[in-house]
Each structure stands twice: as C-alpha cells, then as structure tokens.
C-alpha cells in the first residue's frame, strides 16, 4: 500500500513540474541590439546590470518591434564645435507605440556617464516621462550627468558598432525651425530606423495589441 501512495505521489509530482512554465532566463549582463538604419548600421550594447529598468524598457520595445520604421529626427551639435553633440530617435509622439513610462534612474544611482557613444534615455520635465526616444552622444556631454540642481538623463549604454553611422547621421542637414531646444535642430529628412533587435538573451513581446502596424504601408 505504501509503494501505491509512493507512486500515487511522484505520477503527480511529475505532472504538476511538466504543467508548471519554465522560469524566465535571466536577462543578461550586457544585451547587443543590432540597429538596422537607412543611413548605415549602429550596435548598441545595453547595460542590464547598471541601469536595469530602464535597459528593461527600451529591450521591451526592441522585442515588440515597436522601433521599426521609426526615426532619427534631431542632430543637436554643439555651437562652435559642430562635430559634437547627440543625435535623437525614437517613437517621438507616435503614441500608438508608447509603453507606459519607464522609473527616472539618474547617473548618480547608475554610475554610468554620458561618455563618447553613451545612449540616453530622452524625457519630459516630469522625470517619469521616458519612452523610446533616445539620443547617442557624439563626444563626451558632462553636463547631461547627474548634478546638483540638476537630475540630468538616464543612460543605459554605449554605442559599440556604428559610430560613423551617428556622426553621419549628426552631420545632415537641419531645417531652422523647431521649438524650444529643438530650434535649429530637426533633420530636414529624419533617417529610418529599418529595425532593431537584440542579438543576446531571449526576447520578451508584450502580449498586447500591436495597433501601430495597422498603420503601416504594406
């Protein structure tokens, strides 16, 4: 009789493991995101373990493929100095494709700096504002880190393919229009952003409706 329940007991055990989901692999460390643009190709390696919410959201869009067919719309260079700045893409205000906004994690909580090929998350005012729109640095930009008086940007990783690419992309043509900071800085044509997708870890989509390819030219 005790072999019976034995038995009983391991034929439900093993039921319920082959029942249960396997666990979520861990995100890796350091995720690659290969990004496929109409003016060349740019490789992001996105920092997991420094800055992980924020490199959470933006793989989040990566893996929903809610970059593709996006662009880079801005190239803000530095006054006097034109071969340095950033260059800004993203979703800009296309709120079919807007997850809900990503927790402010500054430098001074990361540790990472708005270095040479940093990429950083762009955002409103309201420090809960950050989406999938981001800039590439092009030179070292200090004075977006964290610092008193000031949060500054969120950054979440580094260029580390393509650099070429995003200082091609900083030297096009701008049209002198624009509000506010963006005065003088939009691409007169804003480049596409052909696809992005990671080339570590597993992909996690979102469940939800994808209302934006509705939208999309077949």
Known sequence: MRAVKWSIALAVFAAAAASASPAAA????????????????????IDARHAPKTAANFLTYVDDERLDGTRFYRAARRKG????????GGIDTDARRRLDPVEFEPTSK?????VDGAISMARYDNLKSGTANF???????PNMDAR?????????????????????????????????AFKGQLLQR??????????????HPTSGPKIWKLFEKR
């Open 135 to 141: 800039s590439l640095m092009v030179g070292a930009s």
């Open 148 to 180: 008193p008086g000031s949060p500054g940007y969120a950054v979440f990783g580094r260029v580390i393919a393509g650099m070429d690419v995003v200082k091609r992309i900083l030297a096009m043509p701008t049209s002198p229009g624009g509000d506010g």
């Open 110 to 114: 990361t540790g990472l700096r708005h």
């Open 81 to 88: 100095a034109p071969t340095l700045g950033f260059v800004q």
């Open 26 to 45: 861990p995100e890796p460390p350091v995720v690659r995101v290969k990004m496929i643009t109409s003016a060349g190709t740019i490789t992001l390696a």
């Open 190 to 203: 804003p480049v596409t952003i052909v696809s992005a997708r990671r080339l570590d870890g597993t992909p």
